[in-house]
């Protein structure tokens, strides 16, 4: 477990001693706890698929072309939706954990911008000396003081950004901090030049120019670090349409720090960089795409990394907005990679070394305005990112520095830009199954394959939802939600074949810029700090009132906003969820198993064998070392197997099979098996009619030494496919099987034997079980939604 990098995710203790110290465990098993039951619940889907298909192989008697190709489009959409599954419980278990200790320990935390607490933790601030509560009002909120300020280069890789270069360097201008310098590389062959040739012999500022593009981004960081100020400790990145705060070196350092047990302030060996948050708001009003990429960067930034950090998982440096200390950046040196950042994190990871995270160091940027760059930007990362995994891979897998957890974060990364590829594909592998085909796995009912499905496809947008809701984000930016979740398999086939290709090339392909426009369509301030979803539920305290702060040269002061009756509206959709999910959970508990008359159906007997009592039918194979059997006769022996008490279901039209064992019989044996099948409306197949076979066609066939089945077992189909039979509730499915002697000695039909020895079976077409849980499903899933709307309207009409 980590030592709790994490913002969001700190137990809820005060100060030090053996109080502290107890919270912090309770905390750590907690959080491993969780872990284990997710990795669990994440397991139990392809358990259940690789059982399904054992019993398939082992069981099932479908035969012909179009049955493969029906199972196969069934378990191809279920293992991958399986394996979209493990993302799923990943987004779900982040956005309930996060949502949940802001609400529980989220009121100790005060606003970013009126210098209340660090959400960091209190045993890096609670009685200390020299870590200590800032009161500056800048929106710092938290400040270390190590007794001189640490030597700072930040470095920007620039090509073509004549639209944002000079508004970047016009905020680090006003940085609030003694010590550092800008160094700026330059590729451009546009106005930029002449732009960076105004700040050439300003103070801080160093402005290089290259004739070419060697190595990209990448190699552009590499000629900043030959140039840097010998005394640099840490090394800032910022991309060209970055924003950064006044304060935002100073909310990056404390994370490099700890506390020893006797309260001296000692830097933490195993941190080599600190990454935050990209904050892509400047122009997120430009666009329903904009509105998107700032809902999935909510999600991402505010649920899914502080989780990471808090469970002491992997995390990637982002590419901006972090710090990495500058003796062990000159160690491992940069890479060229279209991915560099990736690639910076594997080599750190690598040699031991360890990312933290923080939103707290939010850097206001832009986000990409069309579809067309914003594919060929994901297909840069995706193609850069796969290659460094196929490159990494063994390094990372091997390092003994690397954690368990880490390397399962690792495994999730590996996929992480071919997760909606998985969902899409296998979604529609399944439908087709379904719909279609009309096709199940054994074990796998309608009902489980749809809970998959929406499980699934909810666990993005309600990650970005969480997000959104911690960032205290204006209502209007929850329409973005559903822009994300479009725009995710919109993007599936550029990113799939860009993943493919660096899964697959020797070498990466060029690198393409994604044009920046300069836009701001919305004013900017810092974060809150995390009560704010206790805020949302419970209301301001005390006279609590949101302080303006420090924005970026260029933006506009924001208007002012009403205080939302955020106490009543907010407990009226959180008890609108808690009776939505306690009346699925109660629904589901009223589900009976249901036993469907899938294939295929196994014939049993009660009593002592052979001459068994009680002919009954069911999806289980017998067992008994000595099989039940019936002897033919000249008058015919009817007997009827039952399956009963049946929810309802239909069994599709289709062909009815029959399989039989059979021994006995001398001389020239020829014997008659004449089947029928029906339903009846009570649990009894006393007086049920048969329906199968549907005249004029037949299920008859002869079996013995002169028959035309000579050995044992045999399968007996019907002439020709048969009408759909409608099972009511409470129903039976009925099977009736005449054995009339012919010539020779009698022979007999055997029966609830073991597998391959006497598992005589009924192989009706597929049958379809309407589950009612899925109703439960719906309304769970509508009644928040609906409040939800509620908010959004009551909040729209106070702004207005």
Known sequence: MSDGDGDPLKPPSRGYGPRADRSQLLWSVFLNGLVVFAIVVAIIPIAALIRGLVDLVAHSQATSGGDAVAYSLAFTGLFFGAIFFTYAIKYYLATAIVLLTTLVSGGRNGNGGNGGPHPYGDRHAAGLSRISRASNGNGNGYHIDLGYHPFVSIHVAAYNEKRVIERLLGCLEQLDYPEYEVVVVDDSTDESVQILQRWEGRPRFKIGHRTSRLGFKGGALREALKVMDPRTEYVVIFDADSMPFPDSIERFLPYFYQTNADREVTRRDDVAAVQSYQ??????????????????YAGSYMVERPFQDAVGSLKMIAGTAYMIRADILREVGWGTSLTEDWEL????YARGYKVAYTPWAETPAECVGTFSRLARQRMRWAEGHTYNVRKWFLPVMRSPSVSPLEKVEFLFDAAYYLQAALFASGTFSWLLSEVVFRAHIPGWTAALGWSLILSNIFALPLMNLGGLILEDAPPRDIQGVLGALVLSFALVPFQGWAALKGLVEKEEGPWFRTPKTGVITDPVKHLRRLHLLRRWLLGSRGGYARKPVAV???TSPSHARGQLPTRWIGWFVAGSMLVAFGALAWGASRVTLVQAAGNPLYLHGAGTAPACIGPTMDQNVGARATACDIQSSSGGVTTVFEFTNLPLQTVSAGVWAFTMYWTGGTGSTNDTVALSAGISATASCAGFIATVPNPPSTWTATYGSSGTNTSSPFTVSTSASQLPLI??????????VVLTHGTGGKPSMTYDGAAGVADTRLVPPTTVVPESLIGWLGLGLVIPLFT???R?????????
């Open 552 to 554: 970026p040269k260029g």
């Open 792 to 800: 959004v309207m009551s909040a729209l009409r106070l702004l207005k």
């Open 345 to 348: 994190t594997l080599k750190l």
């Open 279 to 296: 904050w892509h708001v400047l122009n997120k009003s430009e666009s329903w795409l904009t509105e998107a990429v700032r809902a999935e």
């Open 788 to 790: 939800q709307r509620r």
């Open 727 to 736: 099972i009511p509730a409470g129903g039976s499915l009925c099977l009736q």
